[in-house]
């Protein structure tokens, strides 16, 4: 019997690597959209983060989502990602 192998995937926010599974994916569609894909399986550019809140304020305060997509992101995309995940991680 073999054990598969875990993807891990690194946080935005705190840095630390993680199992795929345990964090959340924020994704750039093809029009340029920004959107939290709980599935992971949605197609575009993503970057993973933590389901806490605290990796959240710390991906948007060291500007890490706007490293990982080369861009820089409107405030009205974060106050969206927030509510979103809020809902998702109600903490």
């Known amino acids: 019997m073999s054990n598969r192998k875990i993807p891990m995937r690194k946080c935005v926010g705190c840095g630390e690597m993680k199992p795929k599974k345990e964090m959340i994916r924020v994704l750039r569609t093809a029009e340029e959209e920004f959107v939290l894909d709980a599935t992971g399986k949605k197609n575009g550019r993503g970057a993973y983060m933590c389901c806490s809140r605290e990796c959240f304020d710390r991906a948007v305060k060291s500007k890490g989502l706007e ?20 809902e998702i991680d109600p903490r």
């Open 67 to 86: 490293r990982s997509f080369k861009q820089s992101i409107p405030a009205d995309v974060y106050e969206r990602l927030e509510k979103e995940m809020s």
